[in-house]
């Protein structure tokens, strides 16, 4: 294994790695090669992190997503009742 020093980090950088970092619940150092395996898709799975919905993304035709609008249109009205 080869071990790496990253110099000239800038506080943007080192703020976003440390939000990263958070979120993915890791060590810094987990979070940096998560980052650069995606990055360069090397990660353990063949190629790039998904969570398996990047198949779905732009599939639907026109009619299909205007009929999904209509149908969850209700879902966005206030029963001004229920909020009193």
Same mark, same amino acid.
């Given at each position: 294994?080869? @071990? ?26 987990? @979070? ?30 026109? =009619? ?15 029963? =001004?009742?229920?909020?009193?």
């Amino acid at each position: 294994m080869k @071990t790496l020093t990253i110099r000239n980090v800038t506080p943007k950088l080192a703020d976003a790695l440390e939000k990263e970092k958070h979120r993915l619940g890791t060590s810094m150092n987990s @979070t940096v090669l998560h980052l650069l395996r995606e990055s360069l898709d090397l990660n353990e799975h063949g190629g790039r992190w998904t969570n398996g919905l990047e198949r779905f993304a732009g599939t639907w035709s026109e =009619e299909e997503f205007e009929e999904f609008e209509r149908n969850t249109a209700i879902f966005s009205v206030i029963d =001004e009742e229920i909020w009193k």
